[in-house]
């Protein structure tokens, strides 16, 4: 998996409320965006540049991120991003800490290799799961999950439970369906016409 370098800069957290408001609009007058790490054995409160993150946002990639605060590195996934509602303007990012001996648990977009069965007899491709949610220890995650459809057959569909990656344990449902190649009305129109045959 692709690894996303950034800078962050250690905060101070204001014990009331008011402050802290205060604190959080100044930091965001600096381009700067409020972020907090958890998962270590403290939790740090930190700034990250809106200019830095652009790469890391706004993306299909998923990436571990090498965090430096204060000339530390630390390993990190994005586990949240609270945007504005109205400008999309981001507010607030939460970083995992993740180890290389324990697993996380993370959603990996899914890609789709081959030529269906049922493509070819006319139906038509969906995917339904753009992303799927994997645990696996970091070393160990892919930057996209492969699946190969060739011999998917017309209106059959694909579940979490017909997929096994090596390495990854999948937390979907394991009747979620993944994708499918569904009849198209031209297709139906060919089956009736060959059925009166």
């Known amino acids: 998996m692709k690894t996303f370098s950034l800078e962050g800069k250690e905060r101070a957290v204001a014990a009331v409320s008011a402050d802290r408001k205060r604190a959080l609009k100044?930091?965001?007058?600096?381009?700067?965006i409020p972020a907090v790490m958890y998962g270590g054995e403290e939790v740090i409160h930190l700034g990250v540049s809106v200019e830095a993150v652009r790469g890391l946002v706004y993306t299909p990639e998923v990436f571990l991120v090498e965090l430096s605060v204060n000339g530390k590195k630390k390993?990190?996934?994005v586990k949240d991003i609270q945007f504005q509602p109205v400008t999309d303007e981001i507010l607030h990012i939460d970083f995992l800490e993740i180890f290389s001996d324990k697993p996380i648990i993370i959603e990996i977009p899914v890609v789709l290799e081959g030529y269906a069965e049922g493509?070819?007899?006319?139906?038509?491709?969906?995917?339904?799961?753009?992303?799927?949610?994997?645990?696996?220890?970091?070393?160990?995650?892919?930057?996209?999950?492969?699946?190969?459809?060739?011999?998917?057959?017309l209106g059959k569909t694909m579940q979490i439970g017909d997929i096994h990656i090596?390495?990854?344990?999948?937390?979907?449902?394991?009747?979620?369906?993944?994708?499918?190649?569904?009849?198209?009305?031209a297709a139906r129109g060919a089956q009736a016409?060959?059925?009166?045959?």
């Open 75 to 77: 390993m990190a996934v």
């Open 119 to 153: 493509v070819k007899s006319g139906g038509k491709l969906i995917l339904q799961m753009r992303k799927l949610k994997v645990k696996a220890r970091y070393d160990n995650l892919p930057e996209k999950l492969v699946i190969n459809v060739e011999h998917l057959g």
């Open 26 to 32: 100044a930091l965001r007058k600096e381009k700067m």
């Open 166 to 185: 090596e390495g990854l344990e999948l937390m979907n449902a394991k009747n979620a369906v993944v994708c499918a190649v569904q009849l198209t009305r």
């Open 193 to 197: 016409v060959a059925a009166t045959k």
